[in-house]
């Protein structure tokens, strides 16, 4: 019999980097904002410690830049991550959509159209932008669990949480198209036309960049900030 262990819970500092992480992804931390350790750990109700490793995590991912003697600031996507982004959402979605359509049960069908559904009935009611959001997410994750494979699965996943930050303040003006979108990709799925889904989330996936990329063309970064010469950015931006 196998030894039974008690199942280790996360890190503080883990707990720490994924509320970072969303604060950032919904906006309440904004591209140019400059972030401060204790700040950050006194909105969060934890020590500084945990804050600076999350934020040095958070550098190391790309969501932030922290400069030496300027501190730590929140990142606006390069063109380069926008670039890299949708080609990797292309060859990922693409795929899981088309194996969606060849593995898909009359329950995955009914879940897909019922996130349209949903997302519908909300948009009409005029739900809060970041709800809608969590529909796209929900959708998204839900064709790459119908297409039941788990490395497309985890690949998805790592790219819902860049999609979900660098649409954030897009999802007011693309959302009655994109969930149009969404339904055509959830009915050719449910009919099992694997070809037409799969290029359908192609079209998706295209009119989303065109969309992200006429608001940013050039994928701005917060470059030439003024020094920040408080101890605290002191001490963030060397790391001490």
């Given at each position: 019999?196998?030894?039974?262990?008690?199942?280790?819970?996360?890190?503080?500092?883990?707990?720490?980097?994924?509320?970072?992480?969303?604060?950032?992804?919904?906006?309440?931390?904004?591209?140019?904002?400059?972030?401060?350790?204790?700040?950050?750990?006194?909105?969060?109700?934890?020590?500084?410690?945990?804050?600076?490793?999350?934020?040095?995590?958070?550098?190391?991912?790309?969501?932030?830049?922290?400069?030496?003697?300027?501190?730590?600031?929140?990142?606006?996507?390069?063109?380069?991550q926008v670039h890299e982004f949708f080609e990797a959402r292309e060859v990922v979605e693409r795929e899981a959509t088309r194996l969606a359509a060849e593995r898909c049960t009359p329950?995955?069908?009914?879940?897909?159209?019922?996130?349209?559904?949903?997302?519908?009935?909300?948009?009409?009611?005029?739900?809060?932008?970041?709800?809608?959001?969590?529909?796209?997410?929900?959708?998204?994750?839900?064709?790459?669990?119908?297409?039941?494979?788990?490395?497309?699965?985890?690949?998805?996943?790592?790219?819902?949480?860049?999609?979900?930050?660098?649409?954030?303040?897009?999802?007011?003006?693309?959302?009655?198209?994109?969930?149009?979108?969404?339904?055509?990709?959830?009915?050719?799925?449910?009919?099992?036309?694997?070809?037409?889904?799969?290029?359908?989330?192609?079209?998706?996936?295209?009119?989303?960049?065109?969309?992200?990329?006429?608001?940013?063309?050039?994928?701005?970064?917060?470059?030439?900030?003024?020094?920040?010469?408080?101890?605290?950015?002191?001490?963030?931006?060397?790391?001490?």
């Open positions: 019999m196998l030894e039974q262990r008690p199942i280790a819970t996360s890190p503080l500092r883990e707990h720490v980097y994924e509320r970072l992480q969303e604060l950032l992804i919904s906006r309440s931390l904004a591209p140019g904002d400059h972030l401060v350790e204790e700040r950050l750990a006194s909105r969060l109700g934890v020590s500084r410690g945990p804050v600076r490793e999350a934020l040095q995590r958070l550098h190391r991912d790309g969501w932030i830049t922290i400069r030496p003697r300027y501190g730590a600031f929140v990142n606006q996507p390069t063109a380069q329950e995955d069908a009914a879940r897909l159209l019922e996130i349209c559904d949903q997302a519908d009935a909300d948009w009409a009611r005029g739900v809060p932008t970041q709800q809608m959001a969590a529909h796209t997410a929900r959708f998204h994750l839900a064709v790459l669990q119908t297409a039941r494979n788990h490395l497309l699965l985890e690949f998805g996943e790592q790219l819902s949480h860049r999609s979900r930050w660098f649409f954030a303040p897009l999802v007011s003006s693309i959302a009655p198209r994109a969930w149009l979108e969404h339904r055509r990709v959830a009915e050719l799925i449910a009919a099992g036309e694997a070809d037409r889904a799969a290029e359908a989330m192609h079209d998706h996936i295209s009119l989303s960049r065109d969309s992200y990329l006429h608001i940013h063309p050039d994928g701005d970064t917060y470059e030439g900030l003024a020094p920040d010469t408080s101890p605290s950015s002191q001490a963030l931006g060397s790391g001490r």
